[in-house]
């Protein structure tokens, strides 16, 4: 289900210090922020000086900075920055044993028939669990494979939780390292149906949108597209 943005989020302002320091605010608050309007086409000085304002850039996976979000041809298969479709709730490099701190979503093109941005903050995403659900999601007995196209010298993943008593979350429900054995296939299915039926916000794209998310604090995901010539900039960033 979805439920509209708050006002409040939205920054129509351009690139400037102070639309900037209101979306920190909001980023800080919400756990995600959106600026519209923003002029940075596809390529990628610009996406990175925006980018900058928020955090530094990553380029441990896959070697740059900006990664294309687009459909590519014969990765019918690949992860969810590869293909069509929709993509169900997770936070970004989940595999890793500390994943970034933000991941930013530039907006180029959007898809002409879906391929929006949904958010969900990890305490709505926890609150309908049960406790012994809960419990098991902070064990840390968690892994998930590395995607194929970052796999090269990645290294292997490592136990950990999927939730903490602080609030973090991390999660990629078809991303799990091998069938979960049988104490966590059962939290894992639950966890999975709780996302479905969550009441989660969704942002329309529009070109020059720049969504900013708290890779720690929230869970994304993306309604269903087929449109080939989708375009979405991605950089994940670490807080300074």
Same mark, same amino acid.
């Given at each position: 289900? #979805?439920?509209?943005?708050?006002?409040?989020?939205?920054?129509?302002?351009?690139? *400037?210090? &102070?639309?900037?320091?209101?979306?920190?605010?909001?980023?800080?608050?919400?756990?995600?922020?959106?600026?519209?309007?923003?002029?940075?086409? %596809?390529?990628?000085?610009?996406?990175?000086?925006?980018?900058?304002?928020?955090?530094?850039?990553?380029?441990? $996976?896959?070697?740059?900075?900006?990664?294309?979000?687009?459909?590519?041809?014969?990765?019918?298969?690949?992860?969810?920055?590869?293909?069509?479709?929709?993509?169900?709730?997770?936070?970004?490099?989940?595999?890793?044993?500390?994943?970034?701190?933000?991941?930013?979503?530039?907006?180029?093109?959007? %898809?002409?028939?879906?391929?929006? =941005?949904?958010?969900?903050?990890? #305490?709505? #995403?926890?609150?309908?669990?049960?406790?012994?659900?809960?419990?098991?999601?902070?064990?840390?007995?968690?892994?998930?494979?590395?995607?194929?196209?970052?796999?090269?010298?990645?290294?292997?993943?490592?136990?950990? =939780?999927? *939730? *903490?008593?602080?609030? =973090?979350?991390?999660?990629?429900?078809? &991303?799990?390292?091998?069938?979960?054995?049988?104490?966590?296939?059962?939290?894992?299915?639950?966890?999975? #149906?709780?996302? $479905?039926?969550?009441?989660?916000?969704?942002?329309?794209?529009?070109?020059?949108?720049?969504?900013?998310?708290?890779?720690?604090?929230?869970?994304?995901?993306? =309604?269903?597209?087929?449109?080939?010539?989708?375009?979405?900039?991605?950089?994940?960033?670490?807080?300074?």
């Amino acid at each position: 289900m #979805a439920v509209p943005w708050k006002a409040s989020v939205f920054r129509e302002t351009g690139f *400037t210090m &102070n639309g900037i320091e209101r979306a920190r605010a909001d980023l800080a608050k919400h756990g995600w922020t959106v600026l519209r309007g923003q002029r940075f086409g %596809a390529g990628h000085d610009e996406v990175l000086r925006i980018a900058a304002a928020f955090g530094r850039p990553s380029t441990r $996976d896959g070697g740059q900075a900006v990664w294309e979000v687009r459909p590519r041809p014969g990765r019918d298969h690949g992860t969810f920055s590869e293909r069509t479709g929709p993509a169900a709730f997770h936070t970004d490099a989940q595999y890793h044993a500390q994943p970034e701190d933000y991941v930013c979503l530039f907006v180029v093109r959007p %898809a002409d028939d879906g391929g929006d =941005t949904r958010v969900l903050g990890a #305490a709505a #995403a926890l609150s309908s669990l049960p406790a012994g659900t809960l419990t098991a999601l902070r064990e840390p007995a968690w892994t998930w494979k590395v995607p194929e196209v970052f796999r090269s010298g990645a290294p292997a993943p490592t136990p950990t =939780t999927v *939730t *903490t008593t602080a609030g =973090t979350i991390r999660w990629r429900s078809d &991303n799990l390292a091998g069938p979960p054995g049988r104490a966590r296939r059962r939290p894992a299915a639950a966890f999975t #149906a709780a996302l $479905d039926r969550a009441e989660a916000h969704q942002v329309r794209h529009r070109p020059g949108d720049v969504i900013i998310l708290d890779n720690l604090r929230t869970l994304h995901a993306r =309604t269903a597209f087929q449109d080939p010539a989708r375009l979405v900039l991605r950089v994940r960033l670490w807080a300074r």
